[in-house]
T-cell receptor, first 112, second 107 residues
Framework: EPEVTQTPSHQVTQMGQEVILRCVPI?????FYWYRQILGQKVEFLVS????????KSEIFDDQFSVERPDGSNFTLKIRSTKLEDSAMYFC??????????FGPGTRLTVT | GIQVEQSPPDLILQEGANSTLRCNFS?????LQWFHQNPWGQLINLFY???GTKQNGRLSATTVATERYSLLYISSSQTTDSGVYFC?????????FGTGTRLKVLA
């Protein structure tokens, strides 16, 4: 069964460094999403992406964040200058024209 | 924005017991999904249920969209059911997650 994959599973970085989180959505899906979950809290929407542009973004998704679909398979989230409070689990999700989204296993980001 | 409340926040069950988890939401939604977050942090799709009732093995879910709530039933619970259960109404194509119910099933 097709699934969303994410790499790396765990990333440790120092404050101020740039990180890129990678996702490979399900191949025929058209809509892509990033969510994040700070430890012990609920999952929060960050951004949605369709047709090579951002469809919607939350207040969390400020100028430090960017998304890109650099080729036909990858979908990336970049954090330009990480802060301690960016430490969280980041989930990628994708969907086709139906509404149901399929989530990847997540990348745990630890900022020290 | 839409508010999503889940109850109870924590639940401890003996293996074999049944339980009902509730999700209330404050506004109309396009759809609703239930997830199980396992101890490794993965989000597992359980049900995609805009209305009505669905069953999958020991789990079933009911959504009454007109009254803005959804229920998740777990029967004959097993230790592998432990984890956090989230409901997530879908609004303008993004999920709004509730705060979750943390379930622990004891052997």
């Amino acid at each position: 069964e097709p699934e969303v994959t994410q790499t790396p599973s765990h990333q440790v970085t120092q404050m101020g460094q740039e990180v890129i989180l990678r996702c490979v959505p399900i191949s025929n899906h058209l809509y892509f999403y990033w969510y994040r979950q700070i430890l012990g809290q609920k999952v929060e929407f960050l951004v949605s992406f369709y047709n090579n542009e951002i469809s919607e973004k939350s207040e969390i998704f400020d100028d430090q964040f960017s998304v890109e679909r650099p080729d036909g398979s990858n979908f990336t989230l970049k954090i330009r200058s990480t802060k301690l409070e960016d430490s969280a689990m980041y989930f990628c999700a994708s969907r086709d024209r139906n509404q149901e989204q399929y989530f990847g296993p997540g990348t745990r980001l630890t900022v020290t | 924005g839409i508010q999503v409340e889940q109850s109870p926040p924590d639940l401890i069950l003996q293996e074999g017991a049944n339980s009902t988890l509730r999700c209330n939401f404050s506004d109309s939604v396009n759809n609703l999904q239930w997830f199980h977050q396992n101890p490794w942090g993965q989000l597992i799709n359980l049900f995609y249920i805009p209305s009505g009732t669905k069953q999958n093995g020991r789990l079933s879910a009911t959504t009454v969209a007109t009254e803005r709530y959804s229920l998740l039933y777990i029967s004959s619970s097993q230790t592998t059911d432990s984890g956090v259960y989230f409901c997530a109404p879908l609004r303008t194509y993004k999920y709004i997650f509730g705060t979750g119910t943390r379930l622990k099933v004891l052997a």
